[in-house]
């Protein structure tokens, strides 16, 4: 198995809600990602979780909340967001170790705050 | 940091003639290169890396020390080879980054 898979593949959220992105992988990678990509833009950093701890946050707002409960699972907490947070959210996953190594990436959620 | 610069956003070239996305590195140490792939709603792939010099769907990246270049080639472009191009360097401190990108557009 070598996907990435995230859900939902779409969510509209108003400012004051509260939702979650949800990520899973089961390939032995101990090293995940989220980043955020506007169209026709490169995927910006957000957050790095090495052996499930947070290794990096990219000075990213609190109302954007990370969470990796297991090796397999990584959750992105949303609340109160902006109408410019609306994005596609990506997920991926690599090996920890080695500069060489390939990230695989989810197909991503489509998120819009309204 | 480890930084690459992609100089052109858009490439647009005719089915059957050569394509170039230009892809130039500015930092020292090993340049493990790689170039990533988004097709229209598909997701972010990897297409080649420069460790294992193979060939993907036509296309080769030649690291070139001299220039701080590896740029990404196919002889003869295809339709289906329209895309976002992204290239990256090796993942440092933890973080794996992208280029800008280059949007290719092969037209009939």
């Known amino acids: 198995d070598t996907e990435v898979t995230q859900t939902p593949k779409h969510l509209v959220m108003g400012m004051t809600n509260k939702k979650s992105l949800k990520c899973e992988q089961h390939?032995?990678?101990?090293?995940m990602y989220w980043y955020k990509q506007k169209a026709k833009k490169p995927p910006e950093l957000m957050f790095v979780?090495?052996?499930?701890?947070?290794?990096i946050n990219e000075s990213v707002p609190s109302r954007f909340s990370p969470e990796c409960p297991n090796s397999s699972l990584l959750n992105l907490h949303l609340h109160a967001l902006q109408p410019e947070d609306s994005a596609l959210y990506l997920c991926?996953?690599?090996?920890?170790?080695?500069?060489?190594?390939?990230?695989?990436f989810g197909q991503g959620t489509r998120l819009t705050v309204v | 940091a480890q930084r690459v610069t992609q100089p052109e956003k858009l490439l647009s070239v005719f089915k059957g003639a050569p394509v170039e996305l230009k892809c130039n590195y500015s930092y020292s140490g090993s340049p493990e290169l790689f170039w990533y792939v988004q097709y229209s709603r598909q997701r972010l792939q990897l297409l080649l890396r420069?460790?294992s010099r193979e060939s993907i769907k036509g296309f080769t990246a030649d690291l070139n020390k001299g220039e701080t270049s590896f740029h990404l080639k196919k002889p003869f472009a295809q339709e289906e080879d329209s895309a976002m191009y992204y290239c990256?360097?090796?993942?440092?401190?933890?973080?794996?980054?992208f280029g800008k990108g280059t949007l290719l557009t092969v037209n009939p």
């Open positions: 390939m032995g990678h101990r090293a």
């Open positions: 990256a360097p090796p993942r440092s401190n933890y973080k794996l980054t």
């Open positions: 979780y090495s052996y499930e701890k947070l290794s």
């Open positions: 991926a996953s690599s090996q920890e170790r080695g500069t060489h190594t390939e990230a695989f």
């Open positions: 420069h460790i």
